[in-house]
């Protein structure tokens, strides 16, 4: 036995000094002398180790295995297909519940199919969705969000909003025509206000042909359109850049409207302008103050300092 051992010592040397060569690099220092002959070792007579002689083979990935694998990979270079509006529905109606449908359709006073599923799950699978690679082009962007539109299912209308919002700036104001005719039929402010706010406004501002437009909104005998003119200009606004004199122009035309959906979003803007700018709030409301609802004194007056708010207060009580 101790032979044997003494042989196989031996053999493992004689490799490591071929393969390897003395020095224990794989090619030993040129000294200028002639290259070392270096004899090629069949796999078959390389030495196994005890980790590799015991390792077991792992067995081959199932094809459902592969498949996720492959569609993750796509998903992650955008390069996937876009899912139809059946498969939407279907990975949809699993996060949602009857009861949660119930509730919302009472609410939101619709007659669209809804789902049940949480506001915060659509916006999530509207960022994971407006991250394919497709949506980067505007007519496939357009037909996919058409696709969703289409059904008369309240998450999938949300989607699409959802999507266009994360994608706005592939938009024109050639596409106007198109968002027009989805606040026509949207009848709800939970689309209304997510298309006026966060698609219809970003596209206007800068854009005076879009501009043109929205003041003929404002005008409009369907009063979502009109909520739509006066929400178009929440965001910038909220955030100290926008055009107050031309909001204010619209919101003075508007304050007579005994509409409850105008009233609350001349006071919604008012509000979150008077975050930034409360000067313009409070100047504009003292303006108008005969003519300024409760309900629109009340919204634009709450981040007004506390003096000035009471002092409209009084003044509109008198």
Do not use: C
Not at 69 to 92: N, V, Y
């Amino acid at each position: 036995m101790g032979k044997l051992k003494q042989v196989v010592t031996d053999k493992v040397r004689q490799i490591k000094r071929a393969v390897v060569g003395p020095h224990g690099t794989s090619a030993p220092p040129d000294r200028g002398g002639p290259s070392p002959r270096v004899r090629a070792i069949p796999v078959d007579e390389r030495p196994v180790t005890r980790a590799q002689a015991t390792r077991m083979p792992r067995p081959l990935p199932s094809r459902a295995a592969i498949a996720r694998a492959t569609a993750a990979t796509s998903a992650a270079s955008g390069a996937a297909r876009l899912p139809t509006p059946e498969e939407l529905i279907q990975s949809l109606a699993r996060q949602g519940s009857a009861s949660r449908a119930r509730q919302s359709q009472a609410y939101l006073k619709s007659d669209l199919t809804f789902l049940g599923v949480p506001v915060p799950a659509l916006r999530a699978e509207a960022k994971r969705l407006a991250r394919f690679e497709a949506l980067e082009s505007r007519p496939r962007l357009w037909a996919f969000v058409k696709s969703l539109w289409n059904e008369e299912v309240h998450e999938l209308r949300a989607l699409a909003v959802f999507v266009l919002a994360l994608r706005v700036e592939r938009l024109e104001a050639s596409d106007l025509g198109v968002l027009e005719s989805w606040l026509r039929a949207a009848r709800t402010w939970a689309l209304v206000d997510e298309l006026a706010v966060h698609v219809v406004g970003p596209l206007a501002h800068g854009s005076p042909e879009a501009m043109r437009r929205l003041a003929t909104w404002r005008r409009d005998p369907d009063f979502w359109l009109r909520r739509a003119a006066l929400l178009a200009h929440l965001l910038p606004l909220r955030q100290g850049r926008g055009d107050f004199a031309l909001f204010a122009t619209w919101a003075a035309a508007l304050l007579a409207d005994d509409e409850f959906f105008i009233r609350k979003a001349i006071g919604w803007v008012l509000r979150e302008t008077a975050k930034k700018r409360p000067e313009l709030v409070a100047a504009f409301l003292s303006d108008h103050l005969p003519r300024v609802s409760g309900l629109t004194l009340r919204e634009a007056s709450k981040y007004l300092p506390e003096a000035e708010r009471k002092r409209l207060q009084r003044e509109r009580a008198s």
